[in-house]
């Protein structure tokens, strides 16, 4: 079956940090492009980052220098280092995996999601202050 499993959210203060786990099964995990995503309460869901199979990632204004992507190819697995948490990071976090093989163009400009087509179940996250 293919599938993706999120795991690693939980409540931390803000200035906290997390780290996050996606395990993708069912499919050769290193050849796709993976992103995490996140919907905050009362958002749509917005794209953080992604990342390629050659290991370039693409991060979001409000993520960068605080986030960090990494992909272990040998565990299927995809991380998502989180430091200086904020209130504003609180939501359900989301991994994806690209419907080809390269990450959607778009997704530089647009941080949409577009173009990912397999979901995994969602972790939240939630920041107090």
């Known amino acids: 079956q293919v599938q993706l499993a999120e795991s690693g959210g939980g409540s931390v203060q803000a200035g906290g940090s997390l780290r996050l786990s996606c395990v993708g099964s069912?499919?050769?995990?290193?050849?796709?492009?993976m992103g995490w995503f996140r919907q905050s309460p009362g958002k749509e869901r917005e794209g953080l980052v992604s990342h390629e199979i050659d290991g370039i990632a693409t991060y979001a204004d409000s993520v960068k220098g605080r986030f960090t992507v990494s992909r272990d190819n040998d565990k299927k697995t995809l991380y998502l280092e989180m430091t200086d948490l904020k209130p504003e990071d609180t939501g359900v976090y989301y991994c994806?995996?690209?419907?080809?093989?390269?990450?959607?163009?778009?997704?530089?400009?647009?941080?949409?999601?577009?173009?990912?087509?397999?979901w995994g179940q969602g972790t939240q996250v939630t920041v107090s202050s």
């Open positions: 069912g499919y050769i995990f290193s050849v796709y492009c």
């Open positions: 994806a995996r690209s419907s080809g093989r390269l990450c959607p163009r778009d997704f530089q400009t647009t941080f949409g999601s577009a173009g990912f087509g397999l």
